[in-house]
């Protein structure tokens, strides 16, 4: 197996792996340990059923389905991520990490890619421990005991305007959803502290109101998607992207007008931040 670093913050693929046939432990480890190192991880070239996606995700944890999204009814383990050529919306083109607004937000998702348009269409990603380690020692000593209130209004507030021109679907019964994160998070594994807080899902630092949280909310935002922090992916038919839902934020680029786009998505179960 061989690891090529994306960029010297974030992201890395890995070579030499087919990751349709189950994993012997020693590879199982080095994949996993690359995912705590590099925080996101690519593949190119797999040729996966929808079967053995959902058995190389099983390997390292148990699978959620999404609180919010339509799944398959063959495979409700599978989000489909689709653009169609005549859709305007595509879900994810913010900067964010996937379902803070749960008690439990998940460990990580593995995206792969069915079909790409023939351009555009690309992700990026940041790395949140970093956000965390460039910020100023009294910045970090004031956030380290915040708390702040994560919800998923910004999905349900409008779900009918939402699926409007948009494949990917929202669910039509979904409720409100308002949970409390920790804004510095300690990551379960590697020990490491980051930045958790998120555009789309961080509606207020606790105590505080919306209006009073925001400049600072936008100030973490901007700090934490310059870009010497991110990675930006470019999508192959068979590419995958493994990203520790942690530890990062993601966003996905709305610019191929007219193209098609398929991806499959299959989250893995997280436990609650701290
Ligand atoms: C997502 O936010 O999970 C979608 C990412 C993408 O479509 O690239």
């Not at 990490?97 to 023939?118: K, N």
Request: aromatic share 10%; proline share 5%.
């Amino acid at each position: 197996m061989e690891i090529r670093k994306l960029t010297g913050t974030v992201g890395a693929e890995i070579f030499g792996i087919d990751v349709s046939k189950p994993l012997s432990s020693a590879v199982l480890t080095d994949v996993r340990q690359a995912l705590l190192d590099h925080c996101v991880i690519f593949f190119r070239d797999q040729q996966l059923s929808m079967q053995e996606h959902i058995a190389f995700v099983q390997q390292f944890g148990e699978i959620s389905t999404s609180p919010v999204y339509k799944t398959l009814e063959s495979h409700p383990q599978i989000m489909p991520v689709i653009k169609e050529a005549t859709d305007t919306g595509i879900i994810g083109d913010t900067w964010h990490t996937d379902e803070t607004y749960q008690e439990t937000p998940p460990l990580g998702s593995v995206l792969y890619a069915r079909q790409v348009p023939p351009f555009g269409g690309d992700t990026l990603w940041c790395n949140l421990y970093r956000a965390y380690e460039t910020l100023s020692d009294s910045m970090k000593t004031w956030l380290d005991d915040m708390w702040a209130i994560h919800t998923n209004e910004y999905l349900t507030g409008n779900i009918a305007a939402r699926n409007e021109g948009r494949s990917t679907k929202l669910l039509e019964t979904v409720g409100v959803n308002h949970v409390s994160q920790p804004v510095i998070r300690t990551h379960e594994e590697t020990q490491r502290k980051l930045l958790f807080i998120n555009r789309p899902f961080t509606h207020a630092f606790e105590g505080m109101t919306r209006e009073e949280s925001l400049p600072l909310l936008n100030y973490l935002y901007d700090h934490s998607t310059k870009p010497e922090n991110t990675c930006r992916f470019r999508w192959q038919k068979g590419s995958i992207a493994f990203w520790d839902n942690r530890c990062t934020m993601h966003y996905a680029i709305n610019d191929y007008p007219g193209q098609r786009r398929e991806m499959h998505r299959i989250t893995i179960k997280g436990v609650k931040p701290r």
